[in-house]
């Protein structure tokens, strides 16, 4: 168990730290006693309402939207046994994206716009992993060009979408697909589903490790193989779909961090997705602090800054896959 809390350990306290420089960095710059005085409840008027009303919950959201997309990700992989997995890149983030736009447009909002994402991505999920499917089941190969091509289809849509919406939405919808925490909401039923998907994977830990090895092998030890596979594609797709609500479609987080976990901490999934949680939520702070400072006081689309760490990490694992 010690094992297994010190990295964890490590990891939250890097979260830490990148909360205070996501909250303190800006258009205007906060020493970090300013900052700890305000989440304390003293220091000026304007700092309180700087940081507690704009940048902290906008952090929060941030560390939430990271931790869902590297969680979804990390299952991902665990499911089709297969590093190149990933929401974006699978088509998932595309799919909830899809779903999000048709409530918009639509003139709904809340539950019904995370109910559409989930939809969305789910029926990517269904799609690819059934067109992927051929008799001799998943290869790299086949699931990796399914998804781009069931992505490139909800790129069309997207853009059809775009392209008969009305002129004054085009700006704010073009800036959430690229990934927007601009205008995030409340953070706290984001940051209470990564919670309770942590805790709910966690039990299935072991189950998790077998079947990374094969379905047959899990099978015969005993796993209810079919349950857990349906189950972790609902649970990506619930996950992907609440983080494109969020902050709309941010690409390559859940490739990145649980591949750079698992070559630093191994493949224990019971230590691998909490990790993928903290490391995914510090990953998207560090790249939201990015965002909002490199040519403040004008913002870059997150998305952008994810798509320039991503990209070279994904050609990296394909040419070592070939």
Do not use: K
């Not at 409530?103 to 716009?113: Q, R």
């Not at 998943?138 to 919406?165: C, E, K, N, Y």
């Not at 039923?189 to 966690?202: G, M, Y």
Request: aromatic content about 4%.
């Amino acid at each position: 168990m010690i094992v297994l809390l010190r990295p964890l350990g490590l990891l939250a306290l890097a979260a830490l730290v990148a909360l205070v420089l996501s909250v303190a960095l800006g258009s205007v710059t906060l020493a970090p006693g300013e900052v700890l005085a305000a989440l304390g409840g003293g220091g000026e008027a304007l700092s309180r309402t700087l940081i507690l009303e704009l940048r902290l919950p906008r952090s929060l959201v941030a560390f939430a939207v990271g931790g869902l997309l590297a969680v979804a990700g990390a299952l991902m992989q665990v499911l089709l046994r297969n590093p190149l997995a990933d929401p974006y890149v699978l088509g998932l983030s595309g799919g909830a994206a899809v779903g999000a736009l048709m409530a918009m447009l639509a003139g709904v909002g809340g539950l019904v716009i995370s109910g559409s994402a989930f939809v969305g991505a789910l029926i990517s999920t269904l799609l690819v992993f059934g067109l992927a499917h051929g008799r001799g089941g998943w290869t790299p190969s086949r699931l990796l060009l399914t998804g781009v091509v069931v992505a490139a289809g909800w790129g069309a849509l997207i853009t059809l979408m775009l392209s008969v919406s009305p002129v004054e939405r085009l700006p704010g919808m073009l800036y959430w697909l690229m990934g927007d925490l601009a205008h995030a909401g409340s953070p706290w039923p984001l940051l209470a589903l990564l919670l309770v998907a942590c805790l709910l994977a966690l039990p299935l830990g072991r189950h998790l490790n077998v079947l990374a090895r094969g379905a047959l092998q899990a099978a015969a030890l005993g796993v209810s193989v079919r349950r857990l596979e349906w189950s972790l594609y609902l649970a990506a797709s619930l996950l992907t779909a609440a983080a494109v609500t969020g902050a709309g479609s941010i690409g390559f987080v859940g490739l990145v961090v649980p591949h750079l976990l698992r070559l630093a901490l191994g493949n224990d999934q019971r230590l691998i997705l909490p990790a993928c949680a903290l490391a995914g939520g510090t990953l998207l702070l560090l790249a939201d602090t990015l965002a909002r400072t490199v040519i403040a006081p004008e913002q870059l689309p997150v998305g952008v800054i994810t798509a320039l760490l991503g990209v070279p990490t994904f050609l990296y694992l394909l040419y070592r896959g070939s």
